[in-house]
């Protein structure tokens, strides 16, 4: 890899770590339901007048934008409104990462070897020392939301996966089509017809724009620069040198979280994170067979021992 694309994969991680906090700034003014609805409504208006849908079965599309987009962004945005700090939740998302490989091995019957594993095992630890160390000092449930988020973003990646589209960057924009209507009724339900369009309105007015220029990060940085930077990378190098980049979200999110919004992490909280970063990094060491150029969309229907920690950083479209 040479030094410009390095450069890309940093800019990557920084754009998505950042991303935590737009979203964080949002929730401080729109009911979370409805800013998870209107974040993708944006991408989805241009996309369905200009982007031609991407050749993939239907089915498959559907389980993309409802696991990556709608399941997801639902209990991640619901846990940071109920308390989730905004680093630990760049964290704690990583959780898709082990739930993606245990699914794919019960669904699709995908191998996974000794080294994933080990690596599963010790992000799991991880996870579990940064719910035990939140439950102490405050409610559990924004840590098992931000679970759930997980599970739902690895439910996606299957989508992704069995989509096995050649054009990864239409997939992802088309995703974006799938969870605003549901997102919109959800909100609708839960928090009322008119109360997000009003919150919409009032970001309009001198008090509300942070909330305004938070939607306008998460749509043009985090989305469509940083899935768009991610794309490029992933189409040049093999899957095992770009999925390191990854694990610097949540650093980049804690680091971020704690000299912009003053949220110091606990000692116990910053070891359960090294302790995670550690297993999802030790399982991508020393690995073979990735010396080849890896195809956008291609995946491969069978995860090897050799194969990164990480899911297909191709299915990382996100935040």
């Given at each position: 890899m040479n030094n410009r694309d390095r450069l890309l994969g940093l800019t990557v991680a920084v754009l998505w770590g950042l991303n935590f906090l737009a979203i964080r700034v949002g929730l401080d003014h729109f009911p979370p339901f409805f800013f998870a609805g209107l974040r993708f409504l944006v991408i989805a208006i241009p996309v369905l007048l200009f982007v031609r849908p991407p050749k993939v079965p239907i089915a498959w599309l559907l389980l993309y934008g409802f696991g990556f987009g709608f399941l997801q962004f639902a209990f991640l945005f619901a846990a940071m409104n109920a308390g989730m700090p905004t680093g630990l939740a760049?964290?704690?998302?990583?959780?898709?990462?082990?739930?993606?490989?245990?699914?794919?091995a019960l669904l699709l019957r995908e191998h996974v070897g000794r080294r994933?594993?080990?690596?599963?095992?010790?992000?799991?630890?991880?996870?579990?020392?940064?719910?035990?160390?939140?439950?102490?000092?405050?409610?559990?449930?924004?840590?098992?939301?931000?679970?759930?988020?997980?599970?739902?973003?690895?439910?996606?990646?299957?989508?992704?996966?069995?989509?096995?589209?050649?054009?990864?960057?239409?997939?992802?924009?088309?995703?974006?089509?799938?969870?605003?209507?549901?997102?919109?009724?959800?909100s609708a339900a839960v928090e009322g017809p008119s109360?997000?369009?009003?919150?919409?309105?009032?970001?309009?007015?001198?008090?509300?724009?942070?909330?305004?220029?938070?939607?306008?990060?998460?749509?043009?940085?985090?989305?469509?620069?940083?899935?768009?930077?991610?794309?490029?990378?992933i189409s040049r190098h093999p899957a095992g040198v770009?999925?390191?980049?990854?694990?610097?979200?949540?650093?980049?999110?804690?680091?971020?979280?704690?000299?912009?919004?003053?949220?110091?992490?606990?000692?116990?909280?910053l070891v359960g994170a090294a302790v995670v970063i550690g297993g999802c990094l030790g399982g991508m060491t020393g690995t073979r067979g990735t010396t080849g150029a890896v195809s956008p969309g291609r995946d491969r229907p069978r995860l090897r021992e050799s194969e990164p920690c990480l899911p297909d950083p191709r299915l990382r479209a996100s935040k």
């Open positions: 760049s964290l704690v998302l990583q959780s898709s990462a082990p739930f993606t490989i245990v699914l794919g994933r594993i080990v690596g599963i095992t010790v992000a799991v630890v991880g996870m579990a020392l940064i719910g035990w160390d939140r439950a102490q000092a405050a409610s559990l449930l924004p840590v098992v939301l931000t679970l759930l988020a997980g599970l739902g973003w690895a439910f996606g990646n299957l989508g992704n996966r069995l989509a096995r589209s050649t054009e990864p960057m239409r997939l992802m924009l088309w995703m974006c089509v799938i969870p605003p209507l549901p997102m919109l009724a959800l109360t997000g369009w009003r919150a919409l309105g009032d970001s309009f007015s001198s008090s509300g724009w942070p909330a305004l220029a938070g939607l306008t990060y998460i749509v043009l940085l985090g989305t469509i620069a940083g899935s768009g930077l991610w794309t490029v990378l770009i999925a390191p980049f990854s694990l610097l979200v949540p650093v980049v999110g804690i680091a971020g979280a704690w000299t912009f919004l003053d949220e110091a992490p606990s000692a116990l909280s």
